[in-house]
């Protein structure tokens, strides 16, 4: 179970990110959050921990010129961590990928927009 202290640490870090509803909403204490706040309290943090020690020091930008699959890469405008101009990066250097922006959606836009992600990954696989 996450302690307190860190949990609250998590939440403010993700809250204070690129996306000003975020923070607006975390500062109301917002329904949402309060439920993300009781989901992750049950979380075990040890595997957590591991997961975002391993993205920190994770660096793919030799691997990316290798993809050889047909990739989709969804942006959302409006996501807490990556700016436009990190997903044109990546975009930049998979060959044959395509970027799609979701005006609005957060770091989720596959959940923001599912029938619009859905069609978009068809066709990308459809046309390969």
């Known amino acids: 179970m996450i302690s307190t202290p860190i949990l609250s640490r998590v939440l403010r870090l993700i809250a204070f990110g690129l996306n000003d509803k975020a923070r607006e909403t975390y500062l109301r204490d917002t329904a949402g959050w309060r439920a993300i706040r009781d989901a992750v309290r049950l979380i075990d943090p ?3 921990i591991a997961i975002w020690e391993s993205l920190v020091a994770a660096d793919y930008r030799d691997v990316l010129p290798t993809i050889d699959v047909p990739t989709l890469l969804a942006h959302g405008t409006a996501s807490n961590f990556y700016t436009a101009e990190t997903a044109r990066y990546i ?15 957060d770091h989720c836009p596959h959940l923001f927009r599912p029938e619009r992600f859905a069609a978009e990954l068809v066709e990308l696989l459809d046309r390969d």
Do not use: D, T
């Not at 930049?92 to 609005?104: K, M, N, T």
């Open 46 to 48: 040890a595997p957590v």
């Open 91 to 105: 975009a930049g250097r998979i060959p044959h990928s395509r970027l799609s922006f979701y005006e609005g959606a």
